[in-house]
């Protein structure tokens, strides 16, 4: 059960679509993790469930922390500080998307302890498997309206609202946290996504 990474990607010029190209990524990975548990329902893995379990629980543990990042230590203080009359109304939403960053987090690092448990042992308990299916429902739950949000109210107020100049700072340091170099237009790829 390979995993496909998308063969279309914006670029740090555009950290806006970088940032929506990642949460098709959030969403493939999570489809992944949930395929895998209904398919196997902690029973045995296989070669490629294996090497599919492996490759989703490490985009969450080390990837996609550093597309939260993105948002909390570059979009979202740059739309505070933006102080324009039509940000204003979206700043309420914005402590609402770092909750939600806060309570994933907490489920991510759940859903990798028992994915590691079984990777470790070669199957679950029915404990672990009943959890690691609430846990994935409830992620599942949250990202969907946590997208929604940051995809319909938030970026289209950030694409109109923040200058180029501002954009390209949001793109540039995104670039630096993964060490790539800005203005290269280098894509991501499936080894530095976030
Ligand atoms: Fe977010
Ligand atoms: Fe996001």
Redesign the pocket.
């Known amino acids: 059960m390979p995993v496909t990474i998308g063969s279309k990607e914006s670029t740090f010029g555009d950290p806006l679509g970088l940032l929506s190209d990642c949460h098709r990524r959030i969403e493939r990975f999570l489809r992944t993790l949930w395929k895998i548990i209904d398919e196997k329902g902690g029973r045995s893995l296989g070669g490629e469930y294996r090497r599919s379990l492996e490759a989703a629980l490490k985009y969450f543990r080390e990837a996609a922390p550093k597309?939260?990042a993105d948002?909390?230590e570059d979009l979202f203080p740059a739309l505070r500080g933006a102080g324009r009359a039509h940000v204003e109304q979206i700043l309420s939403r914005i402590d609402g998307?770092e909750n939600?960053?806060t309570r994933a987090d907490k489920w991510h690092r759940e859903c990798d302890e028992i994915g590691k448990r079984w990777l470790r042992d070669e199957h679950l308990c029915l404990r672990d498997t009943a959890r690691l299916r609430t846990v994935l429902l409830l992620l599942a739950t949250l990202y969907q309206s946590?997208?929604a949000i940051?995809e319909r109210e938030i970026f289209p107020v950030a694409q109109t609202t923040l200058s180029d100049e501002e954009k390209a700072a949001i793109g540039r340091s995104m670039a630096d946290r993964r060490g790539i170099a800005f203005g290269a237009e280098r894509q991501f790829t499936a080894i530095t996504p976030g």
Request: proline content about 0%; aromatic content about 0%; overall charge negative.
């Open positions: 597309h939260t948002e909390e998307l939600d960053h946590h997208i940051e």
